[in-house]
């Protein structure tokens, strides 16, 4: 009989999460080695959007041009610090480069596999007793204060339908009719019944709870410094709580993963991309479903128990120093939008970093030199949207199954 396999998660973000639940399932003996506590990197604060029609990759034709265009006007939610940074600018350019329809399409197809393989794990996942976080089926509201930008909607449409993803195109009196917490000046928008919400931060509580039932042991305030490596097969994990032996190692550190990797000759081209969030109380009026307000590039979530404001997109480091501006960009820009934009009181003002690779897409590999090793990190803006799909995968990948959905756009080798 085979013996049990003894697994250590680095990183207790979402990914690490969910890799610890698919391998909880298939028998394995799990331990997650966490620096700070479960769930206070980036997902903790994030908007919490199950955005499973958001197939298109940011380097889409248009957007670099578009986010000069923006930040020359002094709207651009991107903030790109100046800086010297060779490995920084060499990301952006391979970034820039991938801004073409042909690689567009190919990628916008790739993600829809894990995107629609996560669909059926999280239906799965959220039906279960204990995981109670304000989840919602309300769809998301896509809204235009500028009616020219609603052409550039269509066109996103036009491009979604072949897959199976139509948003409903609503005027102003239908959207006003759908969402009255809407300003009457707002153009018109897009409803896409498609998608899901959740509140991320009481997701990780009762995950973490269900987990530990289940024999998870976790290891929080425990940094890993380094590995020890026999050959090509990584031993033990050296932390600042001791060192942890383990058969195989699951590298989830989030942004965190190029530091994390470094000593093991992993080159991985994962750039800490800084969003905020500002979490309240709901107000007055608030809006009944997410919406995502177009030219602001941010999004307002409701839940039962709070309302949220986040958005923005900083490249400037690994600091999660709170910039008073960048917060009080979406209290403007949600103003613009709503009746009644914020509620009271305030509870917490959030900065986290999305691990972002240059072509968008998560990075769920085994080591290429650590034959005991798999990489899963890169998810950027749908970290949590993706996690039940990577979770499955890499727990498939422990145990040498083939997984269900194609890896190979995932792999190491295309970077
Ligand atoms: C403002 C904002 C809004 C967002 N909205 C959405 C959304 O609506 N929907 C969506 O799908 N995604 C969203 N995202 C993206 C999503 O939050 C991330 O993609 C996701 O949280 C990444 O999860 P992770 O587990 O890889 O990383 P993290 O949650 O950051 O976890 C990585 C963990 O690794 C730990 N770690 C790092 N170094 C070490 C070390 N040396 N030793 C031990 N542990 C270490 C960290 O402490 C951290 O807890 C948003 C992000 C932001 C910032």
């Known amino acids: ?10 990183g207790g973000g979402v ?9 909880l399932e ?10 700070d506590g479960i769930g206070d990197g980036a997902s903790h604060g994030n908007c919490g959007l199950l ?12 957007a670099v041009s578009h986010e000069i265009y923006r930040a020359l006007c002094g709207t651009s939610p991107l903030y790109i610090k100046p800086t010297l940074d060779f490995t920084l600018f060499t990301w952006l350019l391979k970034f820039a480069a991938r801004c ?24 799965q996942l959220l039906a279960l007793p204990d995981l109670g976080c304000d989840f919602e089926r309300t769809g998301i509201l896509t809204i235009c204060n500028d009616p020219k930008n609603l052409n550039n909607l269509k066109g996103k449409n036009d491009f979604l339908k072949p897959f199976g993803i139509g948003y409903t195109p609503l005027d102003r009196d239908q959207l006003l009719e759908l969402e009255p917490a809407l300003k009457p000046s707002i153009a018109g928008g ?32 425990a940094k890993l410094l380094d590995f020890e490596i026999s050959g090509n097969t990584i031993t033990h994990a050296n932390t600042v709580q001791g060192k942890f032996a383990a058969d195989t190692f699951i590298l989830a550190t989030g942004a965190w993963a190029p530091r994390t990797a470094k000593q093991l000759g992993l080159h991985l081209p994962v750039q800490p991309g800084k969003g905020y969030s500002i979490t309240m109380e709901r107000p007055g009026i608030c809006p009944g479903m997410p919406c995502f307000l177009y030219e602001k590039n941010m999004v307002v979530t409701p839940w039962t128990s709070g309302y949220r404001l986040g958005g923005t997109m900083e490249f ?41 690779t240059y072509d968008d897409m998560p990075i769920i590999d085994r080591s290429p030199v650590q034959e005991n090793l798999i990489i899963a990190t890169g998810h950027g803006m749908l970290g949590l949207t993706l996690a039940t799909g990577t979770g499955k995968i890499v727990a498939d990948m422990v145990y040498d199954k083939t997984p269900d959905i194609n890896i190979g756009p995932f792999g190491l080798d295309r970077f």
Request: a positive charge.
């Open 316 to 356: 400037s480091g690994y600091s999660t120093t709170l910039n008073t501006r960048r917060l009080s960009k979406l209290i403007n820009g949600a103003t613009q939008y709503l009746k009644d934009p914020t509620g009271h009181p305030v509870i917490e003002e959030w900065a986290g970093l999305r691990p972002m």
């Open 26 to 35: 298939q028998g394995a003996s799990v331990r997650i080695i966490e620096r």
């Open 100 to 123: 073409r329809p042909r690689t567009m399409l190919r990628t916008a197809t790739q993600k829809n596999e894990i995107l629609h393989y996560s669909i059926g794990l999280f239906e």
């Open 51 to 62: 955005y499973f029609s958001d197939l298109i990759p940011l380097c889409a034709p248009g």
């Open 1 to 10: 009989m085979e013996s049990k396999k003894e697994v250590i998660i680095i």
């Open 190 to 221: 897009w409803h896409s019944t498609f998608d899901w919400h959740l509140r991320p931060d009481m997701l990780m509580t009762a995950w973490r709870q269900n987990l530990t039932r289940r024999g998870l042991i976790i290891e929080e305030h």
């Open 15 to 23: 990914i690490g999460l969910a890799c610890a639940h698919y391998l």
